[in-house]
């Protein structure tokens, strides 16, 4: 059973930092990419930055610039560095892991439980 777990959240003043952190485990099977995203109140899941096998990244507009996704030694470890935090980054972050599955040949997705990130004075 493969599981995301992410952590590192909290409440940061705005211009702060936090770096949040997610593993993932329970498989064999290749890591294809890894994502961060995140919902705010009242609205939809976005997402925010992804790192993929190759190390090529995609991040949103809104974070270019202050986020920067990457990838531990181990590949089944991503991490968020946000700096210059702003309110409007205030959400609930979660991870997503996508595994290239040899059984179906197809790809799985699996997220984590999320962690809350607040900025606020």
């Known amino acids: 059973q493969v599981q995301v777990v992410e952590s590192g959240g909290g409440l940061v003043q705005p211009g702060g930092s936090l770096r949040l952190s997610c593993a993932a485990s329970?498989?064999?099977?290749?890591?294809?990419?890894m994502g961060w995203y995140r919902q705010a109140p009242g609205k939809q899941r976005e997402e925010v930055a992804s790192?993929?096998?190759?190390?090529?990244?995609n991040y949103a507009d809104s974070v270019k610039g202050r986020f920067t996704i990457s990838r531990g030694n181990d590949k089944n470890t991503v991490y968020l560095q946000m700096d210059r935090l702003k309110p409007e980054d205030t959400a609930v972050y979660y991870c997503?892991?996508?595994?290239?599955?040899?059984?179906?040949?197809?790809?799985?997705?699996?997220w984590g439980q999320g962690t809350q990130v607040t900025v606020s004075s």
């Open positions: 790192i993929f096998s190759s190390l090529s990244t």
């Open positions: 997503k892991a996508v595994l290239y599955s040899r059984e179906t040949s197809a790809l799985d997705f699996y």
């Open positions: 329970g498989s064999s099977d290749s890591i294809n990419a």
